[in-house]
T-cell receptor, first 112, second 113 residues
Framework: DQQVKQNSPSLSVQEGRISILNCDYT??????FLWYKKYPAEGPTFLIS?????DKNEDGRFTVFLNKSAKHLSLHIVPSQPGDSAVYFC???????????FGTGTRLKVLA | GAGVSQSPRYKVAKRGQDVALRCDPI?????LFWYQQALGQGPEFLTY????????KSGLPSDRFFAERPEGSVSTLKIQRTQQEDSAVYLC???????????FGSGTQLSVL
């Protein structure tokens, strides 16, 4: 029973182009979402978050979009840089709780 | 230190051996989490502490897994009688509390032979 799904295990994008990473969830109680980036042999590092009262949150080159009716969120990276090559995890939680549920990750490769 | 520190970075254990994994959270962080990450998977929740209280241990796979945080700071995850299926990266994370973003350590990679 996977409540948070990242259906694309990998993605390759040319440097300078847009990277779009997708995440779907099944639990309608989730109202807080985060994206993490992970390099090999390191722990995940926080990238950007969004709560369900918004449908978009932007931080520099990173924008997260939330479509509550579709139970879908996406992370856009523009422009993509080789240093963005990493595994990206989305995570979801419900307000008033503490438990984050993570997806299985998408490996992004940005080609120079 | 500035971040979450975990030790050891790598641990090789023979099947049946007991192991102890240590986590030093960010100073002042109330919440501490342990996650298990199998190869090619996302982190899976194991247990949660608020200060020294273990409020949720629903993710611990079996009674061979035990976690403690006696003084509300450093935490130890102990696995008794390790099995091959315990091989994974064990991640510790801390936060200021509530639904705050988690700060992760680099993890301990456990290999059970």
């Amino acid at each position: 029973d996977q409540q948070v799904k990242q259906n694309s295990p990998s993605l390759s994008v040319q440097e300078g182009r847009i990277s779009i990473l997708n995440c779907d969830y099944t639990n309608s109680m989730f109202d807080y979402f985060l994206w993490y980036k992970k390099y090999p042999a390191e722990g995940p590092t926080f990238l950007i978050s969004i709560s369900s009262i918004k449908d978009k949150n932007e931080d520099g080159r990173f924008t997260v979009f939330l479509n509550k009716s579709a139970k879908h969120l996406s992370l856009h990276i523009v422009p993509s840089q080789p240093g963005d090559s990493a595994v990206y995890f989305c995570a979801a939680a419900t307000s008033g709780t503490y438990k984050y549920i993570f997806g299985t990750g998408t490996r992004l490769k940005v080609l120079a | 230190g500035a971040g979450v520190s975990q030790s050891p970075r790598y641990k090789v254990a023979k099947r049946g051996q007991d192991v102890a994994l240590r986590c030093d959270p960010i100073s002042g962080h109330v919440s501490l989490f342990w996650y298990q990450q199998a190869l090619g998977q996302g982190p899976e929740f194991l247990t949660y502490f608020q200060n020294e209280a273990q409020l949720d241990k629903s993710g611990l796979p079996s009674d061979r897994f035990f976690a403690e945080r006696p003084e509300g700071s450093v935490s130890t995850l102990k696995i008794q009688r390790t099995q091959q299926e315990d091989s994974a990266v064990y991640l510790c994370a801390s936060s200021r509390g509530g639904l705050e973003k988690l700060f992760f350590g680099s993890g301990t990679q456990l290999s059970v032979l």
